[in-house]
C-alpha cells in the first residue's frame, strides 16, 4: 500500500514556510524524499532511516516518527526553486512505494 | 560522469506488440530499480536488480520482466502491451543492496495506441 501525503497542492509566497506528510500503514525501514520539476525526473533530497532521525539539507529538513509510521518535509524560507511535485517514498523491507506527490507552487 | 542514462527517450507501439527499455546506470552504483509513473502520479516500484538478480518486484503482471548485465545496465521488457502500459518509466541506480540515494534517469515515455 502507498503512503498517503497531504496536503496535494500548496501555494507559497517567496519566503513563506511550507510542511508536507507522508505515513504509512506499515512498519517502515526509511522514508526518502524526492522533488520532480516537470518534464524531469525525480530528484534525490534525503533519506530518514529507522531511529527517528532528522536531517537538513540547506533550508530543506525532514523528520520520520518511527512509531507512527509518519515523515514531515519542512521548507523554510521556500524560494522560487522550491516548486516541483514532491514524492515520498517510503522502504519496507520489500520494495519502495511513492505517494501521489504534493504539488509545490511557489511565487515572487 | 553522465548519470543515468535510459533509451529511447519516446516509444510508440501498438496494443499486443512487445517493447525493450534500456538503461545505464550511474558509474559506482550496482542496483537498478525501475518504475511506472502515470500522467499526475508517483512512481509505482516494478522491480529492483541487485547482482544480475531480480531482489525485489512490485505489484506488476509477469507481463514485465528484466535483466541486469555484468556491467549492471539493464533491461525492462514488456510483452502483450496494453493501453494501461503507457506510461513514463523511469530507471534508478543506487549503490549497494540496501535502498540508498537513488539516482534517476530522465525515464523513457512509453505510448501505446
Known amino acids: 500500500q502507498q503512503p498517503v501525503q497531504s496536503p496535494q497542492a500548496v501555494i507559497l509566497r517567496e519566503g513563506e514556510d511550507a510542511v508536507i506528510n507522508c505515513s504509512s500503514s506499515?512498519?517502515?525501514?526509511?522514508v526518502h524524499w524526492y522533488r520532480q520539476k516537470h518534464g524531469e525526473a525525480p530528484v534525490f533530497l534525503m533519506i530518514l532511516l529507522k531511529g527517528g532521525e532528522q536531517k537538513g539539507h540547506d533550508k530543506i529538513s525532514a523528520s520520520f516518527n518511527e512509531k507512527k509510521q509518519q515523515s514531515s518535509l519542512y521548507l523554510t524560507a521556500s524560494q522560487l526553486s522550491y516548486s516541483g511535485t514532491y514524492f515520498c517514498g517510503t522502504e519496507t523491507g520489500n520494495d519502495m512505494r511513492f505517494g501521489a506527490g504534493t504539488r509545490l507552487t511557489v511565487k515572487p | 560522469d553522465a548519470g543515468v542514462t535510459q533509451s529511447p527517450t519516446h516509444l510508440i507501439k501498438t496494443r499486443g506488440q512487445q517493447v525493450t527499455l534500456r538503461c545505464s546506470p550511474k558509474s559506482g552504483h550496482d542496483t537498478v530499480s525501475w518504475y511506472q509513473q502515470a500522467l499526475g502520479q508517483g512512481p509505482q516500484f516494478i522491480f529492483q536488480y541487485y547482482e544480475e538478480e531480480e531482489r525485489q518486484r512490485g505489484n506488476f503482471p509477469d507481463r514485465f520482466s528484466g535483466h541486469q548485465f555484468p556491467n549492471y545496465s539493464s533491461e525492462l521488457n514488456v510483452n502483450a502491451l496494453l493501453l494501461g502500459d503507457s506510461a513514463l518509466y523511469l530507471c534508478?541506480?543506487?549503490?549497494?543492496?540496501?535502498?540508498?540515494?537513488?539516482?534517476f534517469g530522465p525515464g523513457t515515455r512509453l505510448t501505446v495506441l
Open positions: 534508478a541506480s543506487s549503490p549497494g543492496q540496501l535502498y540508498n540515494e537513488q539516482f
Open positions: 506499515k512498519a517502515l525501514y526509511s
